[in-house]
């Protein structure tokens, strides 16, 4: 099969190998108290003496601290430093604030206030090559969050873990569907630059900076060494990434077919609160490419240096939002060209070169996006997909025609702006409570059962069962991220047992709603059994020809359980006849396929033939007698 090339970074990489080291001083992050507590400042009028001052102390309990001073005037003969502002405690300052700006003697009264140094990373190529993180206010943004929480999952080539300024970034298991094994390492490049955007090492003295540096990545391969890679592995990773606690998800790669398995999945993560962020595309056109162009996912176009659309920048009616992915040209003069730098590497050969390079793209704009969702997100933990993307797009720096427009979206992405909003960001309570809809019972056993139900807006999940409609004194909740996709598993039940049960779904304003009173009765332990087979219900083969007279074939085997639903992550083995004999295994994808490819054979018409030997998974036990085919051939 030929595979569909899903990558969309054009762009040419650049080393940085000789660039002067400008070091900034670090400021370190620190927490974001605005006033000091119990800290009063009083100004008194200069002509009150220290006993009229001391009986307004008195009057008002004000505890002495300190007293600032400044010379008089120089006409003043004595010139005498004397009290110019004094500053005391009081347990209640907004109390005696107000009643002391009342009283007569006192100039002014205030609290207290706490100010910070500004963050500006250390990092030996922050200034002045990484203009791209300047150009979204990163440093007023780094002042309140670093992504500390969030997990940001990087579907693309995978990551070098091992990069000099990528190692102490911090991670999360991830996958790689490319060689179907826990080890997503990078072979291409292109996923650890994406990476380092969104959480380079920051801040440590060497390297570059990195937007979220807080926060956690979980890198999934999908793409191989020539950044290529098939539509149903970034399903997969989709759904691995949703189901493993990924927060937000970069997809700095596309293709141009529109698939309902991929629109399908990105549906899947937001119906559970996790926002999708994807690469609009360097064609310079305005056709959509996918994902970014489903409703689902955040589209992200280009800007060069001067905020003008990058040249190779993709637009239209899907672009949402907009972030530096860098152009030709040194507009800031620092020596190269102005696109986006981070740690990498490139393969040349056999040699794999590690240093910093400088790429462009959309590919690279996307994760710019990517990690300010990730502040946001650090912000208020509560925030789900929806309020991340809302805040994004409202916080965004209007450019182009006013409001929406197709090359800017919304307009550029603004970190500062976006985690100050994010601070204070409520969505309007309408003072209605969830509607629940679709509630049904699934996957059930002779000892558990999983309830599904929606809700036409995120919120949390309960569920209260019982063996009677009127004791529901079990309880089973879902976790505390607010979905619209509810899934709450029930275990230790009975076998052959009637199980009552209602569900509960509550907004973030604690309006609340609540199903009806429903059943489901649990498996007999031979039902169980008879549940747990599995075989395969259908086999389809087509040949493909590569290089003139050499032909191959691929076999799409399914696996169904009982009921017919699929079965995932089962392993199925064949032997190949006819004009080839060989021997394979594949794994069952989430759909329950196993793609599997013959050896090559020549000549004009080969024959090929497939057999299932066997089918194995942990929890089903294979039952060739039901097989709708155990072998086909072409």
Avoid at 61 to 80: I, P
Avoid at 506 to 512: G, K, P, Q, T
Wanted: proline share 3%; with cysteine; net charge negative.
């Amino acid at each position: 099969m030929k595979k569909t090339s899903v990558i969309v970074l054009l762009g040419a990489m650049i080393a940085i190998c000789d660039a002067t080291a400008v070091l900034c001083q670090s400021m370190g992050l620190r927490g974001h108290r605005k006033l000091v507590d119990q800290k009063v400042i009083v100004q008194f009028d200069p002509s009150l003496s220290q006993e009229e001052i001391d009986r307004i102390k008195a009057q008002y309990g004000l505890t002495s601290e300190k007293n600032s001073v400044k010379k008089h005037d120089r006409a003043d003969k004595n010139n005498k430093r004397q009290p110019m502002l004094s500053t005391f405690q009081h347990q209640d300052p907004q109390t005696v604030i107000e009643s002391l700006n009342k009283c007569e003697g006192v100039v002014f009264a205030e609290q207290d206030a706490y100010a910070y140094a500004f963050m500006t990373p250390d990092d030996t190529y922050y200034d002045p090559y990484q203009w791209h993180l300047k150009d979204i206010n990163m440093e007023d943004a780094w002042d309140i969050a670093s992504g500390e929480g969030v997990v940001v999952a990087v579907i693309d080539t995978g990551v070098r873990q091992s990069l000099e300024d990528v190692e102490n970034a911090n991670f999360v298991d991830g996958y790689d569907f490319v060689n179907k094994d826990d080890d997503p390492d990078d072979d291409e490049g292109h996923g650890s630059h994406v990476a380092g955007t969104i959480a380079q090492s920051t801040n440590n003295g060497l390297g570059v900076s990195g937007i979220a540096y807080n926060c956690s990545l979980m890198p999934i391969k999908v793409l191989d060494a020539d950044g290529e890679g098939y539509y149903s592995d970034i399903v997969d990773g989709i759904y691995w990434a949703v189901d493993n606690g990924a927060d937000i998800i970069n997809l700095s790669l596309g293709g141009e077919e529109n698939l309902q398995s991929l629109k399908e999945a990105v549906d899947y993560a937001w119906e559970h609160g996790v926002l999708v962020v994807g690469a609009s595309g360097n064609d310079s056109s305005s056709s959509p490419t996918y994902p970014a162009a489903y409703d689902n996912v955040l589209s992200v176009s280009a800007t060069a240096y001067d905020n003008t659309l990058a040249s190779y920048s993709n637009y239209g009616d899907t672009i949402d939002i907009c972030a530096p992915g860098g152009d030709d040209g040194d507009a800031n003069g620092d020596g190269y060209v102005d696109y986006i730098l981070q740690n990498t590497f490139s393969e040349s050969g056999r040699h794999s070169r590690e240093g910093y390079y400088f790429m462009a793209g959309t590919s690279c704009a996307t994760p710019h996006v990517s990690g300010v969702a990730a502040l946001i997100k650090s912000v208020n933990l509560d925030l789900d997909a929806s309020d991340v993307r809302e805040i994004l797009e409202s916080s965004a720096v209007d450019l182009g025609d006013s409001g929406w427009d197709s090359s800017y979206g919304h307009g550029k992405v603004d970190a500062y702006a976006a985690v100050m909003l994010a601070q204070d960001y409520t969505a309007e309570d309408d003072g209605t409570p969830p509607a629940i809809e679709n509630v049904e019972a699934v996957n059930v056993t002779s000892t558990s059962a999983d309830i599904s139900w929606t809700t036409d807006e995120p919120a949390t999940g309960t569920v209260y069962y019982g063996q009677t409609s009127d004791d529901l004194g079990e309880v089973a909740s879902s976790s505390d991220r607010r979905v619209v996709s509810h899934v709450v598993s029930l275990t230790g039940l009975s076998a052959d047992t009637v199980i009552n049960f209602k569900v509960v779904s509550a907004d973030s304003f604690s309006n609340e709603s609540e199903s009806e009173v429903l059943s489901f009765t649990t498996l007999s332990e031979d039902e169980e059994a008879e549940a747990n087979t599995m075989f395969v219900s259908g086999i389809e083969m087509r040949r493909f020809q590569q290089h003139r007279m050499l032909i191959y074939a691929m076999a799409r085997i399914a696996v169904v359980d009982a009921q017919g639903n699929a079965v995932s992550n089962a392993s199925v083995n064949v032997s190949w006849s006819g004009s080839v004999r060989a021997w394979g295994a594949a794994y069952t994808d989430r759909n329950g396929f196993a793609m599997l490819q013959s050896p090559f054979a020549m000549g004009f018409r080969p024959a090929f033939a497939i057999t299932v030997d066997n089918v194995s998974h942990e929890s089903y036990t294979y039952d060739p007698s039901k097989n709708g085919e155990t072998s086909d051939s072409i």
